[in-house]
């Protein structure tokens, strides 16, 4: 049988194969054509009694199968057949042709957010950078603590844009990847030159989506940063524990913890408060809201976390 001609020749748009061939049967020619990438769509020819061969040719590649009869209905039988798998064929191929379409259009897309998150995480991070001449060129030290707990904000939201187009897949965030690095940034931005304070991150490897991943970011930089500021007078030495931790198949807890004074629940902030109403909210919407635990000494701060449906998914691929 002559496939590579058959292969060249775009004027086919079916083959009718009979199981019974001089040298072969039908089922060996199957498997050649596919052998050989020709992929029209056939219908095979066999006798009334043979059902397990019509099956087999089916199970091979065969788009349909046609009793062979001496009565008039087989050749409008046959012709049905080639019509039907002519036309299923053509069906296939233009959704292989739309779902193509549609994943080079879904990568698209992925690149120009990819690049959006880039451009953003660049603007934020030159934002901070004038925040930092600003800290440089102020005399207030009220004020610089200020500056520096915005620059801390700030970069809670440029690691997440940079962890976004740093990854495959933009929707999701790496948690101990991202918290990782912001711990690095807020102890940089934050860190007392007169008593530096070692700080320890353990995080499970938890993906979640992006606008949740940025509440958590903004949530652990207000809490490391108010622990910088107060858990450890000038005199004192201590370290900043943070982790995060898995505790079910859709909840996390996010601690921090310090050996410091220790802080009362309810006791009037000490700035501002802004850093306390963001916790607070952002905490509520992540899960059950912050809580802070009865401990002798220094305080130890939970955030249980609710791993939405959509997350959940994404720690399973």
Do not use: C
């Not at 219908?43 to 349909?64: F, P, Q, R, W």
């Not at 191929?93 to 879904?106: G, T």
Request: glycine share 6%; proline share 2%.
């Amino acid at each position: 049988m002559a496939l590579g001609h058959l292969q060249s020749e775009q004027e086919f748009d079916a083959i009718v194969l009979d199981h019974y061939l001089r040298d072969m049967t039908g089922h060996e020619v199957l498997q050649r054509l596919r052998d050989s990438g020709i992929f029209l769509p056939v219908v095979y020819v066999t006798g009334s009694n043979e059902a397990k061969i019509a099956i087999d040719a089916l199970k091979a590649g065969a788009a349909d199968y046609v009793i062979k009869t001496v009565s008039d209905d087989f050749l409008p039988l046959l012709t049905g057949a080639i019509e039907q798998s002519v036309e299923n064929a053509r069906l296939r191929m233009e959704k292989l042709r739309s779902d193509e379409e549609i994943r080079q259009a879904k990568d698209h897309a992925e690149s120009l957010l990819g690049e959006v998150n880039h451009r953003v995480a660049n603007s934020l991070a030159l934002v901070g950078s004038l925040l930092r001449l600003q800290m440089a060129n102020t005399k207030s030290e009220e004020a610089k603590i200020e500056l520096s707990h915005t620059q801390a904000r700030i970069a809670a939201i440029a690691g997440m844009h940079r962890s976004l187009y740093t990854t495959d897949d933009v929707r999701r965030v790496e948690m101990d990847r991202y918290l990782g690095t912001l711990m690095d940034q807020i102890a940089s931005s934050v860190q007392r030159t007169d008593n530096r304070i070692p700080v320890t991150f353990k995080a499970d490897p938890i993906v979640m989506t992006s606008d949740r991943a940025v509440s958590v970011g903004m949530v652990l930089t207000e809490l490391v940063t108010n622990a910088f500021k107060y858990a450890y007078p000038a005199t004192d030495s201590g370290e900043i524990r943070v982790s995060l931790y898995r505790t079910s198949d859709n909840e996390a807890l996010l601690r921090v913890e310090d050996d410091g004074i220790g802080f009362t629940q309810g006791q009037a902030p000490t700035g501002t408060g802004l850093g306390s109403r963001i916790v607070k909210s952002m905490a509520t919407n992540l899960g059950s809201g912050i809580r802070y635990l009865d401990v002798d000494k220094g305080t130890v701060a939970e955030v249980p976390l609710i791993i939405s449906l959509e997350d959940g998914q994404a720690n399973e691929t």
